[in-house]
């Protein structure tokens, strides 16, 4: 593809140098740079792409995406293109968007947003879709799905030039759908940008992620940027939040198709309620407004947060036009997703999870379902360091107030001490707990407290292998670690 081809529709570039050349790829990693490239050097927070154009130069790039305050720091070189702007970001998500998609249609595109929920959420839809015979693609916090392969995930939400590659992918596979976790980071630094979505669901507001967007409205803020990107389709809003209701109101000023979700909202379109629950799975009703009809259903997954991940799940697939028995059927079939109330078996009598749970909501969401099925509830959790110091306190609290035995250790302390995460846990501790900063002693100490008919939960790391211990990344598997504990006792 030409350059000028590439840029044609795009507007506030300042060009510098040939636009009559060939460009084979686009990136902004320089190391993934090859002949014939054009490289966007994105500035971040840890560092800054203007300092990586040698290496892209050296690996054959050929054009520069700049921000505009990077001219006066370059020295003009004929043999290279200069393509300077003040909005980056979005101007290199639309060159992506032209370079990947410059014929080809992109599929149909079903967004994920909200704090907790995300996950279950997005492989519950493409669960349902594939067992419908709807083949779909997936990118989220775990794996990514281009069709073919799945490809371990970096970001919930990966750059702009990866998302439309992955869609690309799809395109010439002929799979026309694909269902995308939307973080408030990816929103913010407008990875997404570009995208034309036709479902749109929001899943909650919770207490996360204030270290990066520093204030509650800044985290509203950015999660609403998404709703920009609905064209022409639906909102999935849960109508028993907060935020949820805030949304709702604006969307309806903005005259955009809404369809609402809730457990307790007498507004609610589509409702829900448990009916029966264990640790094996719970019935529940869906009871559908406009058609005053009821549809009982059965789930593996259980817990009132996972009620809210279904309904997200069933609405998304009624506006896809499918039957809503058979909608229920394929949910009942749904195991879970890796790390998300995943149960490690053992020969104990010990009921034993790990979870995601990171934030004060979802970690009380899993305490809360847990408890009534234990005879002691045991909890191993930490707090992540370089984030979020608001919500430490709170966890502390929660895990005091529902777990029976309490071991609070390291989550991934990054270059913050333990100390200092510790003391701002403690804070709203109330009761004795017991610390060990070193996370596999603490998850053998709490399965040598362990007995029959107790349940342990191991939160905070889930799916995740591995743990940031200052700037080294280690290998940590919470799995792995609890099913050795466990091995120990069995000698």
Known sequence: MKLFELIKEINSLEIVGEKNITIEGVTSFSKAVKKNYLFAAIPGFKSDGFFYLEEAIKNGAVAFLLPQERKKDIVKNNNFTYLYTSEIRKTYALICKKFYFLENEIPFLIGITGTQGKTTTTYLIKHILDSFNIPSGLIGTIKHFDGENWIKALNTTPESEFIY??????TKRKIKHCVMEVSSHALALERVYGLEFKIVGFTNLGHDHLDFHKNIEN??????KIFDYLKDGWAIINADDKFGQELIKELKKREMNILTYGIHSSSACIK????????????????????NKLIKGWAKIFGKHNLYNILLSFCAAKILGLNEKEILN???EFSGVPGRLEKVENNLGINAYIDFAHTPESLEAVLTVLKPFSKRLILVFGCGGERDKEKRPLMGEIACKWADIVIIT??????????????DILKGVNKEVLIEADRKKAIEKAVSLAQKGDTLLIAGKGHENYQIIGEQVLYFNDKEELMKAFKKCYI
């Open 165 to 170: 590659s992955l869609l690309n992918k799809l």
């Open 219 to 224: 985290y509203k803020k950015s999660k609403k």
């Open 272 to 291: 829900a309620k448990i009916t029966k629950i264990n640790l094996s799975g719970m019935e529940f009703i869906i009871k559908i407004n406009d058609k």
């Open 330 to 332: 394929k949910i009942a």
């Open 410 to 423: 390291q989550d991934n302390s990054r270059r913050e001490s333990f100390e200092d995460i510790l003391r």
